[in-house]
C-alpha cells in the first residue's frame, strides 16, 4: 500500500507539480490552507508526511505547524515546509515548532523527492 | 459565543479553568452529567469539551457517547502522552484536539481562542475534498492533431529528408536532437529538432574563449553551429513544432 502524503498549498499549480513527481510513490492529497488540514485530519484521515506551505489563507503553515506539533494525535507526522523566504532565522524558527525539513521556493521538485524519500522510505 | 465543559477530577485543571477570562465553564462528572451540559444552553451553539484522560475503554465509551448525543462539540484530551495504538483509537472515536494536563491558564486560554477564531469551519461538519485536476485533451482535438500532423509529415517529407542528409555529410553525429519540454499536465517529453550544432559546441566555445579578438563573439557563434543550422531551423519550425512533436 502506498504511503500518503498530504500537500497543503493554495496555489493548485504547486499541487499539480508535486503530484506529477511524487504521485508513482505516494498517494497524494492536496488541501488549499492549514485549517482544511485540521478538519480534514479530525476527519479520521493520518497522511505519513505533510509538506505545507507557509502563507496561505484561513490558516497559515507555520500556525499548522504549532498545532499538529501539540497535538498528540498528530505530532508523530513529519512536516517539510515551503517557504519564499530564505532566511536563516526562518529556518530555525520552523525547525524549532517541529518541522522535518525546510525547503526554499522556488524549489527543483526532484530535490524535494530525494527530501521526501529519505523521511519516507519505500 | 462558545460553551465551555469540564468533564474530569483533575482539582488543578478545574482550578485554572475557572481564572479564565470571560468564560463561565461547566464542571462536569460523568459524561452523562457533560452530554447534558453540551445540549442545555439554548444561547450555546457549540461547546468545547476538555476531557481528562483516563482509563481508555471507559473514554472511548465516553466520548462515543458525546458524540453520539451532542451535535456541535470540540472535544479536547488533557492528556501529555499517546502511544501509536492508543493515537489511533482516540482519534477514531473522535477526539479534535489534546492538550497537556498542566497547561497554564495562559495555554487554555490560547486553545480556546483559537477555536473560537475559527468557529464557523471547525464546527462546520464538511470536510472539503480537493481533487488535483487534470486537463484532459478531447479525443476530436487528439485525431484532428494526429491526422493534420501525419498530413504535413508526408507533404514536407522531401524537404525533411533533404536536410536530413545535408546535417548528416556536414557533421559528425544525430540527425535529431533531443530537448525536453513541459507539455499537457506539465508531464516532460523530448521535444525533437534537426540539430543545428556541433556535438563538441561547448569544447569548441572553450577554445575560442581563449583567442581574445574583436570578432571573437561573432566567431564563437559561427563554430558552434553547423553550416546546415539556419536549414535546419527552417525544416524544424514547419516539421518538428507543427507535426512530430505533436503526435507525441
Redesign the interface.
Given at each position: 500500500m502506498k504511503k500518503k502524503i498530504l500537500i497543503l498549498d493554495d496555489k493548485e499549480t504547486i499541487a499539480k507539480v508535486l503530484s506529477i513527481y511524487l504521485m508513482s510513490d505516494y498517494e497524494v492529497q492536496w488541501l488549499p490552507d492549514g485549517l482544511q488540514g485540521v478538519k480534514w485530519l479530525q476527519a479520521g484521515n493520518t497522511p505519513d508526511l505533510i509538506i505545507s506551505d507557509i502563507r496561505m489563507p484561513g490558516m497559515r503553515g507555520d500556525d499548522f505547524l504549532e498545532w499538529i506539533k501539540q497535538n498528540e494525535l498528530f505530532r508523530h507526522i513529519p512536516v517539510i515546509m515551503l517557504s519564499s523566504e530564505d532566511s536563516t532565522s526562518e529556518r530555525i524558527r520552523l525547525l524549532e515548532i517541529g518541522a522535518e525539513d525546510y525547503i526554499v521556493k522556488p524549489f527543483n521538485p526532484m530535490e524535494l523527492k530525494i527530501r521526501v524519500k529519505k523521511i519516507l522510505p519505500n | 459565543m462558545i460553551g465551555v465543559v469540564y468533564l474530569g477530577n483533575n482539582s488543578q485543571t478545574e482550578e485554572r479553568l475557572k481564572y479564565l477570562p470571560g468564560r463561565q465553564v461547566k464542571f462536569t462528572k460523568n459524561y452523562m452529567e457533560a452530554a447534558d451540559a453540551c445540549t442545555s444552553h439554548s444561547r450555546n451553539e457549540h461547546f468545547i469539551v476538555f476531557y481528562e484522560k483516563n482509563v481508555r475503554t471507559e473514554d472511548v465509551t465516553a466520548i462515543t457517547y458525546l458524540r453520539k448525543h451532542c451535535e456541535g462539540i470540540y472535544v479536547i484530551?488533557m492528556?501529555?502522552?499517546?502511544a501509536g495504538e492508543d493515537?489511533?483509537i482516540?482519534?477514531?472515536c473522535g477526539?479534535?484536539?489534546?492538550?497537556d494536563p498542566k497547561a497554564t491558564v495562559t495555554e487554555l486560554n490560547k486553545k480556546l481562542q483559537?477555536i473560537s477564531d475559527?468557529e464557523s469551519?471547525?464546527f462546520?461538519n464538511q470536510?472539503?475534498k480537493?481533487?488535483?485536476?487534470?486537463f484532459k485533451i478531447p479525443l476530436w482535438k487528439r485525431i484532428f492533431d494526429i491526422i493534420c500532423s501525419f498530413i504535413g509529415i508526408v507533404i514536407l517529407s522531401p524537404i525533411l529528408i533533404i536536410t536530413a542528409i545535408a546535417i548528416k555529410i556536414e557533421s559528425k553525429g544525430p540527425v535529431l536532437f533531443k530537448s525536453k519540454r513541459v507539455g499537457t499536465?506539465?508531464?516532460i517529453f523530448d521535444f525533437l529538432k534537426f540539430r543545428s550544432m556541433y556535438t563538441d559546441a561547448e569544447e569548441r566555445l572553450k577554445e575560442l574563449s581563449k583567442a581574445n579578438n574583436q570578432y571573437g563573439e561573432h566567431q564563437e557563434e559561427d563554430q558552434k553551429t553547423t553550416l546546415t543550422a539556419p536549414l535546419g531551423a527552417e525544416a524544424e519550425q514547419t516539421m518538428m513544432e507543427m507535426a512530430w512533436n505533436r503526435i507525441c
Open positions: - | 484530551l492528556t501529555d502522552q499517546l493515537r489511533q482516540y482519534q477514531g477526539i479534535n484536539d489534546t492538550l483559537f475559527r469551519i471547525l462546520d470536510v472539503t480537493k481533487r488535483i485536476l487534470r499536465n506539465y508531464k
